[in-house]
């Protein structure tokens, strides 16, 4: 199975404020890999497909790139509603595999 | 709009069999897979298994392997994932979610059922 290990587990940022979450697969996954915020009681929502497509509908303060082992989701402004987990998902290979979260709070 | 809805919570005791149902609407529905993914309290996301609705194949983690069985209706636009020989460790909230386009992530998710397997 392909692990995901993302980095940092959580971390506590400001409105305004520039965040970069990391992943890395433990082996080369060429582009397919995914972005999702997830917010309690909610489904998750997809932000970013294949690496670096934002999804329709998401704002553009969200971006993400890397390929192979490496990628990286950036929120260029943190607003209110970002406050989340957000998780990166490989479809590379089966068993799909998540990574463990970064959870994203208020400081 | 694409919806996935499923079915209400549930409740079970250790050993006992899950059906959790997962309706679609407004979408072709043989012509996207249906993911099953869950998440325990306090854990994050976890990759059960998924079926292709346009021919039935399906797909399962290694974990799930013997317990899990998910299966699909296309008269109604629903899928289905059984899960059988529950534990406590099994309390989790389940979600479906639909495969977007090739290589385009998982584009919709139903609302979550929660599980609950108590004595």
């Known amino acids: 199975d392909i692990q995901m290990t993302q980095s940092p587990s959580s971390l506590s940022a400001s409105v305004g404020d520039r965040v970069t979450i990391t992943c890395r697969a433990s082996?080369?996954?060429?582009?397919?890999l995914h972005w999702y915020q997830h917010k309690p009681g909610k489904a998750p929502k997809l932000l970013i497909y294949?690496?670096?497509s934002l999804q329709s509908g998401v704002p553009s303060r969200f971006s993400a790139s890397g390929s192979g082992t490496d990628f990286t989701l950036t929120i260029s402004s943190l607003q209110r509603d970002d406050f989340a987990t957000y998780y990166c998902?490989?479809?590379?290979?089966?068993?799909?595999?998540f990574g463990g979260g970064t959870k994203v709070e208020i400081k | 709009q694409v919806q996935l809805v499923q079915s209400g919570a549930e409740v079970r005791k250790p050993g006992a069999l899950v059906k959790v149902s997962c309706k679609a609407s407004?979408?072709?529905?043989?012509?996207?897979?249906i993911h099953w993914v869950r998440q325990a309290p306090g854990q994050g996301l976890e990759w059960m298994g998924w079926?292709?609705?346009?021919?039935?194949?399906?797909k399962y983690s290694q974990k799930f392997q013997g317990t899990v069985t998910i299966t699909r209706d296309t008269s109604t636009s629903t899928a289905y994932m059984n899960l059988s020989s529950l534990r406590s460790e099994d309390t989790a909230v389940y979600y479906c979610?639909?495969?977007?386009?090739?290589?385009?992530?998982?584009?919709?998710w139903g609302q979550g059922t929660l599980v609950t397997v108590s004595s």
């Open positions: 979610a639909r495969e977007g386009a090739a290589r385009s992530g998982i584009d919709y």
């Open positions: 407004g979408y072709s529905f043989t012509s996207y897979a």
């Open positions: 079926i292709n609705a346009g021919n039935g194949h399906t």
């Open positions: 082996q080369s996954i060429a582009r397919d």
């Open positions: 294949a690496a670096s």
């Open positions: 998902q490989q479809s590379y290979s089966i068993p799909l595999t």
